[in-house]
């Protein structure tokens, strides 16, 4: 099964900062019909979660766009090119090639 | 608008059963895998269960094979998910969301396994 591990685990970051979370996967996740499927995740504290992007940077609808997806293969990253207050909380990647599996969770918090 | 709304969850011994339930509406259910995910309290996101649109696929995370069951009723537009051999650490908030990559998701239900 694949592991999806993130990093770092905790991300203090100034107002107005941009910020980047990385996640790798054990293996590819370039899948048999073209489509890579990792997607990101946002839970805000006392919330569930929701998704931000999918398909590696497809931002959903209502997203800012100060949110981005990038990467390839094993390799993705979610960047905010700047945190504003209410981007406080835990940021998942997770894969979709069955079984799925989730990342770890990256805090993000206001320095 | 999509809405999920999930049920079921309570206190259980070790051992004991419990039946999840996830009620759909605002989209087509019947066209849609459907996905259970756990969150342990103060713990991250833990990807449970997949279902196919009909029902002819399921997938499980290996802690839970054998012991939990992923079902639906498209006439019915829910989702289920029987739990049996509960273990302490399956204590957590269940959550179903809408497709293989699970969004939205709805509020979740707790389940707290403890003598």
């Known amino acids: 099964d694949v592991v999806m591990t993130q990093s770092p685990l905790s991300l203090p970051v100034t107002l107005g900062q941009p910020a980047s979370i990385s996640c790798k996967s054990s293996q590819s996740l370039a899948y048999s019909d073209g489509n890579t499927y990792l997607n990101w995740f946002q839970q805000r504290p006392g919330q569930s979660p929701r998704r931000l992007i999918h398909?590696?940077?497809i931002r959903d609808s209502g997203v800012p766009d100060r949110f981005s997806g990038s990467g390839s293969g094993t390799e993705f990253t979610l960047k905010i090119s700047r945190v504003e207050a209410e981007d406080v909380g835990v940021y998942y990647c997770m894969q979709g090639t069955l079984p799925c599996s989730f990342g770890q969770g990256t805090k993000l918090e206001i320095k | 608008e999509v809405h999920l709304v999930e049920s079921g969850g309570g206190l259980v011994q070790p051992g004991g059963s419990l039946r999840l339930s996830c009620a759909a509406s605002g989209f087509t259910f019947s066209s849609y895998w459907m996905t259970w995910v756990r969150q342990a309290p103060g713990k991250g996101l833990e990807w449970v269960a997949n279902?196919?649109?009909?029902?002819?696929?399921?997938y499980y995370v290996d802690s839970v094979k054998g012991r939990f069951t992923i079902s639906r009723d498209n006439a019915k537009n829910s989702l289920y998910l029987q739990v049996n051999s509960l273990r302490v650490e399956d204590t957590a908030v269940y959550y179903c969301?809408?497709?293989?990559?699970?969004?939205?998701w709805g509020r979740g239900t707790l389940v707290t396994v403890s003598s």
């Open positions: 398909k590696v940077s």
């Open positions: 279902i196919k649109e009909d029902g002819s696929e399921k």
């Open positions: 969301a809408r497709g293989r990559t699970a969004e939205p």
